[in-house]
């Protein structure tokens, strides 16, 4: 069975860091895109960041760009998010999603990705 789980959220005050990670199981997603989606109350699901299968690319949304950085461990089959300067509108549960395993360039919308946790609560107080 696949598996990704979130860990990591919290709440914290604005400015502050957070590290989210994502730990797949159930596969090797070594040759997956993996990605981190948000989704706020009353909001649709938008995309964050996101890297391609080897780690060599990533991309990330303008509206944390500076901020948060993705990085993975294809070894240990972990995706982190590294949040910092965080902000109130930074608030949102935060999904990790897998792509593949075709090795695709980075897709930034939630459609393509096959796998989803059961994301994580990040609350950002102003």
């Known amino acids: 069975q696949v598996q990704l789980v979130e860990s990591g959220g919290g709440l914290v005050q604005a400015g502050g860091s957070l590290r989210l990670s994502c730990v797949a199981s159930g596969r090797t997603f070594s040759s997956y895109t993996m990605g981190w989606f948000r989704q706020a109350p009353g909001k649709e699901r938008e995309f964050v960041a996101g890297?391609?299968?080897?780690?060599?690319?990533?991309s990330v949304a303008d509206s944390v760009k500076g901020r948060f950085t993705i990085s993975r461990d294809r070894a240990k089959n972990t995706v982190s998010l590294q949040m910092n300067s965080l902000k109130a509108e930074d608030t949102a549960v935060y999904y990790c999603a897998a792509d593949g395993p075709l090795q695709r360039a980075i897709v930034t919308s939630a459609g393509p990705y096959d796998y989803w946790g059961q994301g994580t609560q990040v609350t950002v107080s102003s």
């Open positions: 890297i391609n299968w080897s780690g060599s690319a990533t």
